[in-house]
């Protein structure tokens, strides 16, 4: 008897329907997770927290079904819910970084998935209008705290790329708006 192969290297699981996510996203969305996953872990380096970069499924329902999501960046700081190559406890922090395919799960399911879950923190980042969307929770719903679209030319009035953000459950890890899109054309 043949094992069936998995043939893509990715997927979720939301509501019991799985979505197909092995079409790898552009360079932008890989440039720009990269990013932030290095300026994270960097600001992790002396903390039992961990990040993640969409490599470690995130089970939002442990205890009633198995449906999972893999976010972009991750960061979790109670191992005790790592299990095999998933996490059923609830991060400190998740972004994600839109692509074409994705886009409208991770501004409506996905978000309302994190939120439900109680994470405190989540970013929304758009490779193609270099725009973040910060939601911090507050009383069990999301509330959008901090919106950019960078503007990197020094000579415009609207010039914000030195502009300082910093995790809210890591107040020291911080990044100008410009490093979370180096090297984005």
């Known amino acids: 008897?043949?094992?069936?192969?998995?043939?893509?290297?990715?997927?979720?699981?939301?509501?019991?329907?799985?979505?197909?996510?092995?079409?790898?996203?552009?360079?932008?969305?890989?440039?720009?997770?990269?990013?932030?996953?290095t300026i994270i872990?960097?600001?992790?380096?002396?903390?039992?927290?961990?990040?993640?970069?969409?490599?470690?499924?995130?089970?939002?329902?442990?205890?009633?079904?198995?449906d999972y999501v893999c976010p972009d960046v991750m960061v979790i700081c109670d191992r005790k819910h790592l299990k095999g190559g998933s996490y059923s406890g609830v991060?400190?922090?998740?972004?994600?970084?839109?692509?074409?395919?994705?886009?409208?799960?991770?501004?409506?399911?996905?978000?309302?998935?994190y939120e439900k879950a109680g994470v405190e923190e989540y970013w929304i980042i758009s490779p193609r209008g270099k725009e973040v969307d910060i939601y911090y929770l507050e009383n069990g719903?999301?509330?959008?705290?901090?919106?950019?679209?960078?503007?990197?030319d020094p000579e415009d009035e609207d010039y914000n790329a030195e502009t300082v953000i910093a995790l809210r459950a890591f107040p020291h890890i911080t990044m100008e708006l410009r490093d979370i899109f180096e090297k984005v054309d």
């Open 1 to 37: 008897m043949a094992l069936a192969v998995k043939e893509h290297w990715r997927d979720e699981k939301i509501d019991g329907v799985i979505y197909d996510m092995s079409q790898a996203p552009g360079y932008r969305h890989s440039i720009i997770t990269g990013n932030l996953h």
């Open 141 to 152: 719903q999301y509330i959008l705290e901090q919106s950019y679209i960078l503007e990197d």
């Open 91 to 113: 991060p400190k922090f998740i972004a994600e970084t839109l692509s074409p395919s994705t886009a409208r799960r991770d501004k409506t399911e996905k978000k309302d998935i």
């Open 41 to 66: 872990k960097q600001g992790l380096k002396d903390s039992v927290c961990l990040v993640f970069m969409g490599n470690l499924d995130f089970k939002y329902h442990p205890d009633t079904n198995d």
